[in-house]
């Protein structure tokens, strides 16, 4: 029998289980609504746009020789960076863009940009602050996430970045932002409609793929509660058209895609769940339908991955190799594949101690050379140029 000095401690108990069922609920019904009104929004859409065409793939396996191996200019005083992304600018310019502060989700993270010309990296350049965001949203913006870059064909650059009000990152929306001088200033264009819970629980990470019409497909994720990955396709001028969820899992975010026809595509995630593994997805019919697939045999302990498909053929895909007894994010490894299927190591791109970090990497392919960028040590981002090559595999 309880005596009574111990029935408040029991009343607390009871409701702060109560409140956990609610907010348990709260979530389910959220995340159900979402997965309605995506099923909506992709029923609404007259076709699929298909992934821009792709060349004569080049035979046997690429060979990369290294050119460059730096630093990205840090912003003065800012002791964090991380997740990068990259934007190809016309005359053959490279843009990075990444977030740096005093930590993670810390008041003073902002979006800072640097343009690689002529081999030599400009100044950094900030981009988007809170209090930026917020004066042209008209609202309060909380924390600054990950960005990611993209320049459409009529060269003008587009930003999106993860910003959250109240709440974690499960209360994060997408802002839009666009550049017409080629990355040299950016206006704020729209929260993008991701989510009918006022377009909050939607992430974004990896890069967006080209479509034959001018158009492209945005990588995303919804997570609240639980986490699967999606794809907004925008048109040629910027607009977006319609969206999509990648595969049924329930445990997988931040997609990176990779085109391999003009109807087939493929999505490769990060794993969320238990099997620590890159997890897979594939479409026949241009993004419209994606089906799950076997997971690849490449570790993969919670990070993020990036692929790339090269100009003349095959594909690149740089994850977090775990070596026994090491942490999941010391070693960045770079894989090539001829058909999405079969992944072939070509280099460990960096490697380091167990207490090091060397993760979230973004590619981009301008001539001849491979760009790599990825966080370092969480202090700065680091830089690598390869010159891409073929050699026969007979």
């Not at 909050?200 to 492209?216: E, F, K, N």
Request: contains cysteine.
């Amino acid at each position: 029998m309880l005596n009574k000095s111990s029935r408040p401690d029991t009343d607390k108990q009871r409701q702060r289980a109560a409140s956990r069922l609610v907010v348990l609920a709260l979530c389910v019904a959220v995340a159900a609504a979402a997965l309605a009104e995506l099923r909506r929004w992709s029923s609404d859409r007259s076709e699929a746009r298909s992934p821009a065409r792709i060349e004569t793939a080049a035979k046997g396996d690429v060979r990369l020789t290294k050119l460059a191996d730096d630093l990205i200019p840090m912003p003065a005083g800012v002791p964090s960076a991380h997740a990068s992304t990259l934007a190809a600018l016309p005359g053959g310019a490279l843009m990075a863009f990444w977030w740096a502060g005093s930590r993670e989700s810390g008041p003073d993270v902002k979006v800072y940009s640097s343009r690689l010309e002529k081999g030599v990296w400009s100044a950094t350049r900030e981009v988007a602050t809170r209090e930026s965001l917020g004066q042209a949203l008209g609202f309060g913006i909380r924390r600054i996430g990950n960005p990611v870059a993209w320049t459409d064909r009529n060269g003008k650059v587009h930003l999106y970045v993860t910003t959250t009000g109240l709440g974690g990152w499960a209360a994060s929306r997408i802002v839009h932002l666009v550049s017409t001088d080629q990355g040299d200033n950016f206006g704020v264009l729209r929260v993008l409609p991701m989510s009918p819970m006022f377009n909050t629980s939607v992430l974004i990470r990896t890069t967006p793929v080209a479509l034959v019409d001018g158009g492209w497909w945005l990588p995303a994720y919804f997570e609240l509660g639980i986490k699967y990955p999606i794809l907004m396709a925008f048109d040629d001028k910027g607009d977006p058209r319609w969206l999509t969820r990648i595969g049924t899992r329930t445990t997988t975010l931040q997609p990176a895609l990779a085109a391999t026809s003009g109807t087939e595509a493929h999505a490769w995630m990060r794993d969320a769940g238990n099997e620590h593994k890159v997890q897979h997805a594939i479409s026949h019919d241009a993004g419209a339908s994606w089906a799950d697939q076997p997971p690849l045999e490449m570790g993969n302990h919670s990070s993020s991955v990036a692929a790339y498909r090269l100009t003349h053929g095959g594909m690149l895909m740089l994850n977090n190799h775990v070596r026994p007894g090491d942490s999941a994010r010391n070693v960045l490894r770079l894989s090539h594949s001829n058909d999405a299927a079969s992944w072939k190591q070509v280099l460990d791109v960096v490697q380091g101690n167990n207490d090091e970090e060397f993760s979230y990497p973004a590619l981009q392919q301008i001539g001849d050379e491979l760009h790599i960028t990825y966080t370092s040590r969480r202090q700065a981002i680091g830089h690598q140029v390869y010159r891409i090559s073929y050699e026969s595999s007979q």
